[in-house]
């Protein structure tokens, strides 16, 4: 029964998932220095901070071919390629009578939608950490929904954060 609740949440699938590692040594117990660029954490470092990853809230204003799951994930697809990432899957679902939400797992977090085509208006979220460049996403975005109005706020997730956690400066 245990392997159906793994298969069911994802796990051993041909996706490189596995059940999480809880042998070994402790991360509380050792010593962290976030600010070592050396380290290969995937952690951002940008002007003195260091936090877990950049995330993009990014709304698209009359947008077309916000109802087409094809059109949505060929744009993850260029959202992930042009920004550097790895793409892990993709999910997508149509509603009735209009509507999509989707989203594509990366190994450097994720990009999601919701849409409300009736209005022209996509909801997007990119979060990316790593060497990722998630901001390359907007100009994807605005080329593959034809429009020029595509706003944006940034979100740097875990900032302060990574630093309180008892790590070395």
Request: charged share 25%.
């Amino acid at each position: 029964m245990k392997d159906i609740n793994l298969f069911q949440l994802g796990y051993g699938l041909e996706t490189g998932a596995h059940e999480e590692d809880t042998t070994g040594t402790c991360p509380e117990t050792t010593a962290r220095d976030v600010f070592d660029e050396s380290r290969d954490d995937h952690f951002i470092r940008r002007d003195g901070a260091v936090f877990a990853g950049t995330h993009l809230i990014i709304e698209v204003v009359n947008g077309v071919g916000l109802d087409d799951e094809s059109r949505i994930q060929q744009a993850f697809r260029d959202c992930v390629d042009t920004c550097g990432a790895t793409l892990l899957h993709i999910h997508t679902h149509k509603f009735s009578p209009q509507g999509v939400s989707g989203v594509a797992v990366l190994a450097e977090s994720h990009i999601s939608v919701h849409t409300w085509p009736e209005i022209g208006y996509g909801a997007f979220d990119v979060f990316m950490c790593g060497d990722a460049k998630p901001w390359l996403a907007v100009d994807v975005l605005a080329k593959a929904f034809a429009t020029g109005d595509v706003r944006v706020r940034e979100l740097k997730r875990g900032e302060g954060v990574v630093a309180e956690a008892g790590i070395a400066a």
